[in-house]
């Protein structure tokens, strides 16, 4: 089902019926300052699942997930004075920073070394869907697993739509994905360079 939403103004009553179908375990596909995302509800075991299924996902990989802001994301990883300045600079934009998970968390989306990955995209879409849903927001790229991310949604919806509850369209995306940074032990390292920039880091 596709259900195209005002990328600059969402509306209100269509954002609802987005976070109706994500509270009755719905998997959804959506738009992220980055590329397309694929997600649920991060407490709903049947949606986690379900996308692992989707993606044909090693289950040794960890997910990350959207938070409504930085004072959400305390509630789901260990944030330090040093990991709060980075991620207050850096957000909301293309980055993912990596931090340890606090006990919130299920099991499902973390690895052995209890990380998760955290994302506030600068899309107003996806963020007005957070916010109304209450919870965080699972985040992988709409794609199957090692295949490139799809830009259109409407191609989303022919090639996955059908595994999908509902595709979001926010037009075409044409980005490269999150640039992902490790911020654990307050050390930062560089895991997958992408949309967001890296050179402060060297001014740090």
Same mark, same amino acid.
């Given at each position: 089902?596709?259900?195209?939403?005002?990328?600059?103004?969402?509306? %209100?009553?269509?954002?609802?019926?987005?976070?109706?179908?994500?509270?009755?375990?719905?998997?959804?596909?959506?738009?992220?300052?980055?590329?397309?995302?694929? /997600?649920?509800?991060?407490?709903?075991?049947?949606?986690?699942?379900?996308?692992?299924?989707?993606?044909?996902?090693?289950?040794?990989?960890?997910?990350?997930?959207?938070?409504?802001? @930085?004072?959400?994301? $305390?509630?789901? %990883?260990?944030?330090?004075?040093? %990991?709060?300045?980075?991620?207050?600079?850096?957000?909301?934009?293309?980055?993912?920073?990596?931090?340890? $998970?606090?006990?919130?968390?299920?099991?499902?989306?973390?690895?052995?070394?209890?990380?998760? /990955? =955290?994302r506030i995209p600068d899309n107003a879409i996806v963020m007005g869907i957070v916010?109304? @849903?209450?919870?965080?927001?699972?985040?992988?790229? %709409?794609?199957?697993?090692?295949?490139?991310?799809?830009?259109?949604?409407?191609? =989303?919806?022919?090639?996955?739509?059908?595994?999908?509850?509902?595709?979001?369209d926010g037009g075409i995306l044409l980005g490269d994905p999150s640039t992902v940074?490790?911020?654990?032990?307050?050390?930062?390292?560089?895991?997958?360079?992408?949309? /967001?920039?890296?050179?402060? =880091?060297?001014? @740090?």
């Open positions: 089902m596709l259900v195209s939403i005002n990328p600059e103004n969402p509306q %209100a009553r269509l954002i609802d019926r987005v976070v109706d179908c994500l509270k009755q375990g719905g998997v959804i596909a959506y738009p992220t300052d980055t590329t397309y995302g694929i /997600g649920c509800d991060i407490f709903n075991k049947k949606g986690v699942k379900k996308i692992y299924q989707i993606k044909q996902r090693d289950p040794r990989k960890p997910f990350s997930f959207i938070c409504a802001d @930085l004072s959400d994301v $305390a509630n789901y %990883a260990q944030v330090s004075n040093f %990991a709060f300045k980075i991620m207050k600079r850096n957000f909301p934009g293309p980055y993912t920073f990596v931090l340890e $998970a606090t006990r919130v968390v299920p099991d499902l989306l973390t690895t052995k070394q209890r990380t998760v /990955g =955290i916010r109304q @849903l209450g919870h965080p927001l699972v985040t992988t790229s %709409a794609n199957m697993s090692d295949e490139d991310p799809f830009h259109d949604p409407t191609m =989303i919806d022919e090639a996955m739509g059908k595994m999908l509850d509902m595709v979001v940074i490790s911020l654990v032990d307050d050390k930062i390292e560089v895991l997958r360079q992408g949309s /967001g920039d890296t050179s402060w =880091i060297h001014n @740090l």
